[in-house]
Structures are given as structure tokens and as C-alpha cells.
């Protein structure tokens, strides 16, 4: 299943859980013939996402919707700001009005505390990363906000890259078991993944760089001090992540280390939606 048919079965449930067999409200006060606007207000200041998101919803249920946009995704927003006018059928806005907004509110704080993260490690070489740490069904929504917000995606799911964690390499026995059941699978599978791999220790950092094979290593929770000490050991060999605990706070102590990448699973497991609403013109 690809990314646009996600998409589109998540929009599909929002319709199904939102109105059932019908938003019998609009039904009922609102005549089938008339035709009006709303506005997508924006009342609180940030990064906007979910413009894209927010068109495609509005064309499943009316095609005869038109969407004006006046401001798109990944612009700086401040409250006053209209980003959008939908026009036409009057029960199609109110009975698409809530999807639209969950979708966007969501995608917006999304995008808006990504951006902060990403200005946080200006003048380094360092990218953030986000996690599968998703709500689930919004995954592809949630990731396209962190591109959106200028961070980068880790990845996708389980299928698009090996990542053996410290699970996985105490279940299979240790690193080098890990890392060899990792290049055998591909071989026979004839998988062209990337093998990332995560160190608790630098015992375990200098066990991986023996053996190679690896596209990236993952330190887990090592403190901006032993992050340094690794950058050195590791000298450019292979790319190398900070991940585990990694806060707004602490995050230029890392990047300014010389790691590659770092990643914050906050930036879709606990964001607060930006403020937004859909009003009648």
C-alpha cells in the first residue's frame, strides 16, 4: 500500500467515525441548495501543514468544492492570518469542517515544534530525526508535518530499513549475530535495505566497528560527553544518531558534538496542536 492510499483510507475513517450515517444537525437545519464560505483562520502563531491534506479532504466528499489558498504549507502563520477559503455546498464545509481542522490543528503543531528543533541546531551538521513514535493511523500525516517543519524522517515503518535494536541483538545472541542474520536476510531476500544499529556502551560501538557492515549507529542514551568521545572513535567511518531522552533543552549540547543525526521521538508522540478554526463568511 502506498503513501496516497494511506492517506486516503485515513480520510475515509474520519468520514466514517465523524458522521455515521449522517450529520443529521446540517441535515436538518441547513437546505441541501445552499451554497456559501468559510475561512481557515489561523489564531495562534506557528508553522502551517496540512493545506495539501486539507484540499484532498474537501474534494472526496464534494468535488464541487473550490478551495481558495492564500498560504501553504510550511509558511510561518500568525494569528489573524487566513490560509484558505472553501466555497460551495454549505452542508459539504460543515459536515468536512472537523476532519479538516483535526487533521491540520494536529499536522500544524507538528510542523511548529519540528521547526524549533531544526533553528536549534543552526551552525551545526546535525539533523533531526522523528521516530515511529506516531498516533496510530496518522503516521504518513504526522511525518509529512516534520519534512514540512524542515526535519527529516528516520524510518517510514519496519519495512524500509533495518534498524536492530538492543532487543533484537540480545534475542539473536549479540552484535555480530545480529549484524550477520541482518546481511544474510537481505542476500536471500534480495533486499537492498540500510543496517542500522544501536550501542548501549563503547564496548559495544567498538564491537560494531569491527565487524562493519553498518550504514549507521544508533548511541543510546550516551551523554552529550560520551556522544564527543564517540564522534572521535567513530572519525567519519559510518553516519551516527543520538537518540534517548533528547530534549528542546538539551539538544545543541548533542548536535554540537558532530553527530549526524539526532532524534526526538516528541516531536509526534506529545505535541500541542496549533490553535485554528474553519468560520462562515
Do not use: W
Not at 478551495?67 to 455546498?89: Q, W
Not at 476532519?99 to 541546531?121: D, E, H, P
Not at 536476510?185 to 550501542?199: G, S, W
Not at 544518531?241 to 549540547?253: V, Y
Amino acid at each position: 500500500m502506498n503513501v496516497t492510499e494511506l492517506i486516503n483510507n485515513l480520510i475515509d475513517l474520519g468520514f466514517a467515525e465523524d458522521i455515521g450515517d449522517g450529520d443529521h444537525t446540517t441535515l436538518c437545519s441547513i437546505p441541501e441548495t445552499a451554497t456559501g464560505q468559510s475561512r481557515l483562520l489561523i489564531k495562534e502563531e506557528g508553522i502551517l501543514a496540512g493545506v495539501e491534506v486539507a484540499k484532498e479532504v474537501f474534494r472526496k466528499f464534494d468535488a464541487d468544492l473550490t478551495v481558495e489558498i492564500f498560504i501553504n504549507d510550511g509558511a510561518y502563520v500568525k494569528p489573524g492570518d487566513v490560509a484558505f477559503i472553501v466555497s460551495g455546498r454549505v452542508q459539504s464545509i460543515l459536515q468536512t469542517e472537523r476532519l479538516v481542522l483535526n487533521i491540520m490543528q494536529r499536522m500544524s503543531g507538528i510542523a511548529t515544534i519540528t521547526n524549533k528543533y531544526v533553528k536549534l541546531l543552526e551552525g551545526t551538521k546535525a539533523k533531526v530525526l522523528d521516530t515511529r513514535k506516531t498516533t496510530p493511523g496518522m503516521r504518513m500525516l504526522e511525518k509529512e508535518a516534520v519534512r514540512i517543519g524542515g526535519g527529516v524522517n528516520h524510518r517510514i515503518g519496519l519495512f524500509d530499513m533495518i534498524l536492530l535494536k538492543d532487543n533484537h541483538v540480545d534475542f539473536t545472541g549479540g552484535i555480530e549475530n545480529a549484524i550477520n542474520s541482518a546481511h544474510r536476510y537481505l542476500k536471500e531476500k534480495n533486499k537492498q535495505l540500510k543496517i542500522e544499529i544501536e550501542v548501549r556502551n563503547f564496548d559495544e560501538l567498538r564491537e560494531v566497528l569491527r565487524i562493519g557492515g553498518i550504514d549507521r549507529i544508533m548511541l543510546d542514551n550516551f551523554t552529550p560527553k560520551q556522544t564527543r568521545e564517540a564522534v572521535q572513535i567513530v572519525n567519519g567511518r559510518v553516519e551516527l544518531e543520538s537518540s534517548g531522552g533528547i530534549t528542546i533543552d538539551t539538544i545543541r549540547n548533542y548536535a554540537e558534538t558532530g553527530v549526524d543525526y539526532i532524534s526526538v521521538g516528541a516531536l509526534t508522540h506529545s505535541v500541542k496542536s496549533l490553535d485554528m478554526s474553519l468560520k462562515a463568511i
